[in-house]
């Protein structure tokens, strides 16, 4: 699988740790925008 970064972007959701897990087993880097497109982590 050739995934490097994923763009998490909206009001609401959940996040797995299992998820979590993976994308670090798997280097894959998140980023996290608010509704407005405001950086709020990555």
């Known amino acids: 699988m050739d995934i490097g970064h994923i763009i998490v972007y909206g009001r609401n959701g959940n ?3 299992d998820a979590v897990r993976w994308l670090i087993k798997h280097n894959v880097q998140v980023t996290f925008l608010d509704w ?7």
């Open 15 to 17: 996040l797995t740790l």
């Open 36 to 42: 407005n497109s405001k950086l709020l982590s990555t």
